[in-house]
């Protein structure tokens, strides 16, 4: 089992930046890709980023690519999304997930998922 708790959603205005966080406990932290989901009023949950189990693989969805940036540590067992240059498209709640594949960009290969956090940018 793997909890996952993310951190770090708020407003900002357009143009501005935030960095998720998202904390994984239980089993081996560098076992599971991670990747990042968001979910907009309305919508269906989509892909967002991924990086695979050792961090040397990374994808984005085209709507975020060279704004957004996946990294994680596992010393600290932590999966970070770095967001700058947000619009207020961007507004989501967004999920950290885990899956036990080596690399994953769909939701039904993840395993584990976390509750979210809302991201709200203003224009």
């Known amino acids: 089992q793997v909890q996952l708790v993310e951190s770090g959603g708020g407003l900002v205005q357009a143009g501005g930046s935030l960095r998720l966080s998202c904390a994984a406990s239980?089993?081996?932290?560098?076992?599971?890709?991670m990747g990042w989901f968001r979910q907009a009023p309305g919508k269906e949950r989509e892909f967002v980023a991924a990086?695979?189990?050792?961090?040397?693989?990374?994808y984005y969805a085209d709507s975020v690519k060279g704004r957004f940036t996946i990294s994680r540590d596992g010393a600290k067992n932590t999966v970070y999304l770095q967001m700058d240059s947000l619009k207020p498209e961007d507004t989501a709640v967004y999920y950290c997930?885990?899956?036990?594949?080596?690399?994953?960009?769909?939701?039904?290969?993840?395993?584990?998922w976390g509750q979210g956090t809302q991201v709200t940018v203003s224009s």
């Open positions: 990086i695979s189990r050792n961090g040397d693989s990374t």
């Open positions: 997930a885990a899956s036990r594949r080596r690399i994953a960009t769909r939701d039904y290969e993840y395993d584990y």
């Open positions: 239980g089993r081996i932290f560098s076992s599971y890709a």
